[in-house]
């Protein structure tokens, strides 16, 4: 007997199982349509069959009534039979009426789907980039802040020109902040901003800034080294800074300022290295910010509502 090895040794069961499978067959095809294509038929006639059933649709009710009318119509020369069959043929008539436009509808309801499933998306995201890159933030004492709206209407009189009068709103806010760094490391603010928006009323919420004819900030040190000043930019060592007095100031034309009301906020924007901008979004009572000497104080912790913006600068 020879010593040599069978040919007949069984392999190993894991190659045996690599040899053995098969490749994925495509869809299913009956005649000429593959499954997915019947798919969507059935989708479109589930469509077709629930819009006919909603009898709140002004066109069902139409169809109903004209069914009813051909029926009595045919029941006049012909016998019950047929109008029974002209009522069906009706339906079945305002039916395919549906199915024709069900296209159209369905196509809408997974546009709306796809529109929402990708706003939670860009939401999750940009929850996650919070996370895992945004490290520094920073906190308004709602508690220590006011908000001043001023408006002048003085008479300008310089030297070499025709007296004018100035028509103008002024907006002047302080507000007592601190930064919170979650980083191991330092980071660095680069600069502050501040802006005036107003939610639309379309319904729809949407943020539309206000256009001022100036905008600035200025931050001090509540430890009386004097103003911040952000040329090489605000190191933030601590994981909690000491406080800063953050004032903003804004102009604006009198078409805007008689507009501030509950649906116009301030914010203030940092703009830190290595992240996107953080703001804080204000929310002053307006009526009183103009006609009280002392200004506007906040009433309570929601009205400064935080978030992370999407484009970086």
């Given at each position: 007997m020879s010593d040599e090895p069978s040919n007949n040794t069984p392999k190993d069961s894991s190659a045996t199982a690599m040899q053995t499978t098969t490749p994925s067959l495509p869809p299913e095809v009956v005649g000429d349509k593959s499954t997915d294509e019947m798919s969507y038929t059935r989708r479109l006639l589930a469509h077709a069959l629930q819009q006919t059933r909603e009898h709140n649709k002004m066109e069902l009710k139409a169809g109903l009534v004209a069914a009813i009318i051909c029926a009595a119509l045919v029941g006049a020369w012909g016998s019950l039979g047929l109008s029974a069959l002209a009522f069906v043929l009706t339906l079945i008539a305002l039916f395919f009426l549906h199915l024709f436009h069900s296209a159209s509808g369905l196509d809408e309801v997974q546009r709306e789907r796809l529109t929402e499933r990708t706003k939670e998306r860009d939401s999750l995201k940009l929850r996650l980039e919070e996370l895992t890159e945004q490290k520094l933030k920073f906190e308004v004492d709602w508690r220590q802040g006011r908000v001043f709206t001023i408006h002048d209407d003085s008479i300008f009189d310089p030297p070499e020109i025709e007296p004018f009068r100035r028509n103008l709103y002024?907006?002047?806010?302080?507000?007592?902040?601190?930064?919170?760094?979650?980083?191991?490391?330092?980071?660095?603010?680069?600069?502050?901003?501040?802006?005036?928006?107003?939610?639309?009323?379309?319904?729809?919420?949407?943020?539309?800034?206000?256009?001022?004819?100036?905008?600035?900030?200025?931050?001090?040190?509540?430890?009386?080294?004097?103003?911040?000043?952000?040329?090489?930019?605000?190191?933030?060592?601590?994981?909690?800074?000491?406080?800063?007095?953050?004032?903003?100031?804004?102009?604006?034309?009198?078409?805007?300022?008689?507009?501030?009301?509950?649906?116009?906020?301030?914010?203030?924007?940092?703009?830190?290295?290595?992240?996107?901008?953080?703001?804080?979004?204000?929310?002053?009572?307006?009526?009183?910010?103009?006609?009280?000497?002392?200004?506007?104080i906040l009433m309570s912790r929601s009205a400064v509502q935080y978030r992370v913006h999407r484009l970086t600068e």
């Open positions: 002024y907006i002047n806010s302080s507000f007592k902040i601190h930064f919170v760094n979650e980083d191991i490391n330092p980071r660095i603010v680069r600069r502050i901003s501040v802006s005036l928006f107003r939610i639309t009323r379309n319904g729809k919420g949407k943020e539309k800034e206000i256009q001022t004819r100036l905008a600035y900030t200025h931050t001090y040190s509540e430890e009386g080294t004097g103003e911040i000043s952000f040329e090489r930019g605000l190191t933030i060592t601590e994981p909690i800074s000491s406080s800063y007095r953050l004032h903003g100031d804004l102009e604006l034309n009198p078409r805007y300022g008689l507009r501030l009301n509950e649906h116009c906020f301030l914010r203030f924007t940092i703009h830190a290295m290595n992240q996107r901008p953080y703001s804080a979004d204000i929310y002053p009572d307006w009526e009183t910010a103009l006609s009280s000497d002392s200004g506007a």
